[in-house]
């Protein structure tokens, strides 16, 4: 692996010998591969062979080989999410520190892992807005959001100053900030060619930028969860202090295992409690977190779900993608279904026909070909599962069949 010089001065200084020998003997490793089940979708079926518990999160697991996923109907289906390991330590937190309904913001939330991960561990009542800056990547997210389901759930595309401008507080909010990428250095070698000392630099300061235009939407005596997937002590620590001692919070400690293997701060003299995770020492890719509580205590009344899900519907400063309840398309005369729907946990089972396909039916399904149908199929609109997972709708004419699957969402090659 070829490193950067700069990067290798730093990093193996920051590491100490034994932890950077570890993190070098690791490129010639094959990264693990981790799941996390969706609790209410998965069903206790047999879908991997072997599974190993990842020990901070509920309902994740290590497998023993990396399947081809996107052949799986099961994962568009919404039963799980691939998730590296790392990223799976945020269940540890949300389980810990939270325990009645909150509203929560992930704000740079794409691809969608963490979020989804949110929502999972948040209790029952809660309200997750899952926000993504970037148009591109806030479609992703959207899809991966309504595959999961759930209806407390709106996906937004705003930028953190757009929330300070809105009168929403958050109870907990998630910065899983922009970063310059070093603990995806083993997976992705596109980031090592993007790396440079100057970038870490700009990164530092994007994400104070992003600190201060969304501190002012936490209420105080809420929650910040700040997270990278990155290594340097200037987007880690040296930002974790300057929340404290500029922006007013309190670190929080996590309750971790000895032999979970997670590094603590590497900044000199500053022995606060935060959370490395580091290729060849944590059975994991790179990620730092740090979880804050705002100080003060909050006068104002707590933000119901519902209000927050009017509100935000009805705010033109909040660019909404989705408000977790879909809704049929209004085609001409002609209201039609979207696959949303059929992914939701709101969905009612009485109110459309199911057929079941089979693993190779439901493939040519999620590549938008046609089906052929047996008889008695019923006309109109029609929800196909697989193993009894409602993967979207067809409308069936009779003759033929209309694969209703989004062209987007749609798998490339079979």
């Known amino acids: 692996m070829n490193l950067p010089q700069e990067f290798i001065d730093y990093t193996s200084a920051l590491f100490g010998k034994e932890h950077w020998q570890n993190f070098i003997k690791a490129f010639n490793e094959t990264p693990a591969t981790s799941v996390r089940f969706n609790p209410w979708k998965y069903k206790q079926e047999q879908i991997f062979s072997s599974m190993k518990p990842v020990p901070w999160c509920q309902d994740a697991y290590w497998l023993k080989e990396r399947p081809n996923f ?133 990164c530092r300061k994007r994400q104070r930028k992003i600190l201060e235009d969304i501190w002012p939407c936490l209420r105080p005596g809420g929650l910040l969860v700040y997270s990278t997937c990155t290594f340097n002590t200037k987007e880690n620590e040296e930002n974790v202090r300057f929340i404290i001692e500029e922006l007013g919070a309190e670190i929080l400690p996590v309750q971790i295992k000895q032999e979970w293997e997670i590094t603590g701060s590497l900044l000199k003299g500053w022995d606060f409690p935060v959370y490395r995770f580091i290729p060849g020492i944590t059975q994991s890719e790179g990620l730092f977190m740090a979880v804050l509580r705002k100080k003060g205590e909050y006068t104002g009344h707590s933000i119901s779900p519902s209000f927050a899900r009017r509100y935000v519907q009805g705010n033109k400063l909040i660019h909404l993608l989705s408000d977790g309840n879909p809704q049929p398309e209004q085609r001409g005369k002609e209201k039609i279904p979207t696959t949303a729907q059929a992914l939701s946990l709101n969905c009612t089972k009485d109110a459309y026909p199911y057929i079941e396909l089979t693993l190779e039916q439901s493939q040519s399904y999620l590549h938008r070909e046609t089906l052929s149908l047996p008889a008695g199929v019923p006309q109109g609109f029609v929800i196909v599962t697989y193993m009894k997972h409602p993967l979207g709708f067809i409308k069936n004419l009779g003759e033929r069949a209309n694969n209703l699957y989004p062209k987007n969402w749609a798998i490339r090659n079979l």
């Open 70 to 202: 996107t052949l799986d109907p099961l994962l568009h289906a919404g039963v799980y999410y691939v998730q590296e390991a790392g990223s799976l330590f945020l269940d540890c937190v949300l389980r810990q520190y939270i325990d009645s309904p909150v509203l929560a913001l992930d704000l740079c939330a794409a691809p969608g892992g963490k979020s989804t991960l949110m929502r999972a561990a948040l209790p029952h009542g809660s309200m997750l807005i899952s926000n993504e800056p970037d148009r591109r990547r806030a479609n992703i997210l959207l899809e991966n959001m309504l595959k999961q389901g759930h209806p407390d759930v709106l996906v937004t595309h705003n930028y953190p100053q757009d929330f300070h401008k809105t009168s929403l507080i958050f109870d907990v909010i998630l910065v899983d900030a922009p970063c310059s990428g070093e603990g995806l250095f083993r997976k992705d070698p596109g980031a090592i060619k993007e790396w440079s000392l100057a970038n870490v630099n700009f």
